[in-house]
């Protein structure tokens, strides 16, 4: 019982905690939406209580877990346990001791880190990046983030190391929703990719997304969406998601040519749902802007699904 640990994935739109032992099994898992108002105490209030119920379907009390990690977005002090400028969270520009108000709540140790970070790490030790020494984890999605494990550490910098999305694949190149111009997010961030699709579509472009998106009840372009819209051949998806490719291949080339990883894994929703079906597009534009082309890492796809995050989250407290 005492190697059971919790694991929360915070993410901008759901809270997903899951129970985890000692061999990465999950022995329960519960979800809730992230709340879309108010401030930290309530996301807080909103992650414990999916802890709860995920620790009763694991049949286990949150007082008897040897702890709780927790994957967050914003700049998440591991140290402290503080997470400060969740931007994609109701409320929370400033800063937060979420550790310790979710340790009190629950009764047990809590720690902190980044949600792309703990998600690689749970890619190298249990999912698509079981054989590898060294990898880049490229978690494609709303946004693009990124992760490290070098010698079969996680590297974290001094804080801020691995985000992958904000590597310039074209200088004074489109607007990325960091600020600044040309990231690699501009081109492949789900969000980004549904301004430039409405910012075309208003121009008189046609398309069948937002059709879709209305047909289908979302508030916006899920990656489902954009999967419907590739099936059905619209041009317009053909071209953007041919783009975030170009910019995917650029940007993670980049990253191997500093750091020469034995893997690269691509993850987050988007990266889940085309890394198969466009492997082979993605690898031909690496491949153009590889140093060494010879010898190219292996491109794996996130073998860990949903709960990567939960799952890496709970590897916290084995640090
Ligand atoms: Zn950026």
Redesign the pocket.
Known sequence: MADLRGGIDLGGTKIQAAIVDGRGDVSGQARQPTPTSGGPEDVAAAMAAALRAAAQEAGVETGDLAGIGVGSPGDADEKTGVVSSARNLPGWEGSFPLAEVLGKELGTEVKVGNDVQVATEAEFHLGAGQEFQSLIGVFWGTGVGGGLVLDGRPWLGRGAAGEI??VVVKRGGAK?P?G?KG?L??YAGRSAMEAEARRQHEEGHKTDLFHLMEKHGKPRLTSGIWERALDHGDQMTEKLIERAIEALGTGIASAVNLIDPEAVIIGGGLGIRFGERLMDPLLAEMHKHLFVDERPPAVRVASLGDLGGAIGASLLLAR
Do not use: F, K
């Open positions: 999305g904000h990325c960091c600044r990231c997010e501009a």
